[in-house]
Every structure is written in structure tokens, then in C-alpha cells.
């Protein structure tokens, strides 16, 4: 079985705000787009998944993320990161997809396309999944199949959140790419130590030099 992800990605320039005590103003731009193009493109590289949507406004990571292959989808909603999510889903479906949708991250710079793999096959024995993050608060994934709404629930807390809402949660080990998300420094550094794409690890690259 393969599958359509759906990821969303605000405006460069408001991304990563929580990355302040590690990357200013003008590196946090381009710390996000590099988190979203080796996310995008290592869940290209996994062979469970078919395509990938990718919902934003920004004309630069539209650019560079249709680049790798993935298909753009405005955020029409312009009313934050769940209706962006069911917006995303929404559309891939109308457009005659009869797949199954997972909503991820953007910000897996780790991601192993292996460990998505094996996350989306366990998810393929439910109606509603999710995967918690790697703090066990948040969620880096919501699958669901192709009958089933998406119903998203991200932010602070995501975790309980999506698990009161009846999706299940998936309890894998050795999947540490796909719940590694960056939003503070110590989860650069945990993201790091797990083996970035070759993106991130230029532009953490280039930060650990205007840092010296």
C-alpha cells in the first residue's frame, strides 16, 4: 500500500521562532527550508509513499520543495496548521486520490525513509493513527485511511489531544528519525546526532561558523 503525506509549512520568515537561543532572525529561514527539503525529500525516497503535498504560502520553499517533487497546494485557509492539514487532505482527495493520507512534520531533517516506512505500514492496520514526537507531547504523524477524515489536532499537547480523539497510537521502536522534530536547539542537536540530510547539515554547518 502506498500513500499521499501531507505536510505543512508556514512562511520562512515566521518559522522556528522556538530556534531563537540557537539561530537568529536572519539564519532561521533557511534552518526551516532545509528542515523541510530533506524531510520532503527522504519521504520521496520511501517507497510506501506514492506523493507528497506539500501545503504553504511561501513562494521560495514552494519553489525549492517543487523542485524535489513535491506537488504544492496554496493554504487557502490561512487559518493556522490544522486547517492547512484538512485543507491539504481535502485537496489531494478531490484531485482522485483514493490513497491513504498522513499528515507529517516538516521539521524531520533526520528522517530515515526505512523507519517511515515501517511507521506507515503499522499505521495501515487502523482507521486513525498517530506517532507521538520524541518528547512524548507532541505528533509527528496522523494517518489515517481512505475513508477515514484526517480531523488534525497539532500543536502543544498534540499527543493527547489526537489520542482522545480515537486515533490510535502507535507504539514502534526504532523509529527515532520519524519522531525527531526541531523545534528548540537541544532538538537540532538531537537531530543532529541522529544524522541529518545533507541540507540541514550545510546550514547547521554554516550556523556553527557565524557562531565561532
Do not use: Y
Not at 497510537?169 to 526541531?182: K, N
Amino acid at each position: 500500500m502506498q500513500w499521499t503525506l501531507v505536510i505543512p509549512l508556514k512562511p520562512l520568515s515566521r518559522a522556528k521562532s522556538r530556534l531563537s537561543d540557537t539561530a537568529h532572525d536572519g539564519v532561521r529561514p533557511h534552518l526551516a527550508l532545509a528542515f523541510a527539503q530533506d524531510t520532503v525529500a527522504a519521504a520521496l525516497d520511501c517507497p510506501a509513499v506514492a506523493d507528497v503535498a506539500v501545503v504553504t504560502d511561501d513562494r521560495l520553499a514552494a519553489r525549492e520543495l517543487a523542485v524535489l517533487g513535491a506537488r504544492i497546494v496554496p493554504d487557502a485557509p490561512r487559518a493556522g496548521l490544522n486547517a492547512a492539514l484538512a485543507h491539504g487532505a481535502a485537496t489531494v482527495r478531490a484531485a482522485g486520490g483514493a490513497r491513504p493520507v498522513a499528515a507529517l512534520n516538516a521539521d524531520l531533517p533526520a528522517l530515515r525513509p526505512t523507519e517511515l516506512a515501517r511507521v506507515l505500514e503499522a499505521a495501515t492496520e487502523f482507521p486513525r493513527a498517530f506517532l507521538a514526537d520524541a518528547a512524548q507531547i507532541g505528533t509527528t504523524l496522523l494517518a489515517v485511511a481512505p475513508e477515514q477524515e484526517l480531523r488534525p489536532a497539532f500543536g502543544t499537547g498534540s499527543r493527547g489531544r489526537h489520542r482522545e480523539s480515537g486515533a490510535v497510537e502507535l507504539r514502534l521502536d526504532s523509529v527515532p528519525s520519524v519522531r525527531q522534530d526541531v523545534d528548540t536547539g537541544d532538538d537540532l542537536r538531537a537531530a543532529l546526532a541522529l544524522g541529518v540530510g545533507p541540507r540541514t547539515a550545510a546550514a547547521a554547518a554554516r550556523l556553527l561558523i557565524a557562531g565561532q
